[in-house]
C-alpha cells in the first residue's frame, strides 16, 4: 500500500509540472538620440530571447518608429512595425534573427537584432544587410559578428 501511495503521489507531482507554463519574458528597448558616445540607437543594440519572449518598444525619446529590416526575419514570422512616437509590444515565437532599424535613423546607423532562440545560419541576415545604408550595414555586421561570438 505504501508502495501504490508513492506511485500516486510521483504521478501526481509530474502531472502537475506538465500543468505548470513556462514563463515568457518580457524585455524593454528604449529608442534613443543618445547612448554613450553614439547617438540614434536602439538600447540594447543586441538581444538573446527565447521563443515566446515579448519585446517591448519604448520610444524614450520622439522620432523614432521600430520596423524589421527587409530580409531579416525567420520565415513565417510577422513583420515588426511600430509607429513613430509609440510603445509597443511584440512577442517572438519563431527562432532566428531579427532586423530592426528606425526608418529616419537607420542612414544614420539606428539598427538592431533581435536573436531569438538558436538562430541557425546568419548568411540571410548578412545578405540582407548589403542593402542597407553603409552605416547601417557597418552596424548590422558588427552585430551579427557578436551573436555568433
Known amino acids: 500500500m505504501k508502495k501504490l501511495v508513492q506511485m500516486a503521489a510521483a504521478v501526481a507531482s509530474a502531472s502537475i509540472s506538465l500543468m505548470v507554463p513556462a514563463h515568457a519574458s518580457e ?41 524589421s529590416i527587409d530580409g531579416m526575419l525567420p520565415e513565417g514570422a510577422e513583420r515588426i512595425n511600430i509607429g513613430f512616437n509609440k510603445e509597443g509590444a511584440v512577442t517572438l515565437n519563431r527562432p532566428g534573427i531579427y532586423g530592426i532599424e528606425c526608418t529616419p535613423h537607420a542612414g544614420l546607423g539606428m539598427v538592431g537584432l533581435i536573436v531569438v532562440g538558436d538562430p541557425g545560419s546568419s548568411d540571410a541576415a548578412r545578405r540582407a544587410a548589403t542593402k542597407l545604408p553603409p552605416k547601417a550595414r557597418e552596424r548590422i555586421d558588427a552585430l551579427l559578428d557578436q551573436a555568433e561570438s
Open 27 to 67: 524585455v524593454s528597448v528604449e529608442l534613443l538620440n543618445k547612448a554613450g558616445e553614439r547617438r540614434f540607437v536602439f538600447s540594447p543594440e543586441l538581444l538573446r530571447i527565447n521563443p515566446g519572449d515579448t519585446v517591448v518598444f519604448v520610444p524614450t525619446d520622439k522620432g523614432h518608429n521600430t520596423v
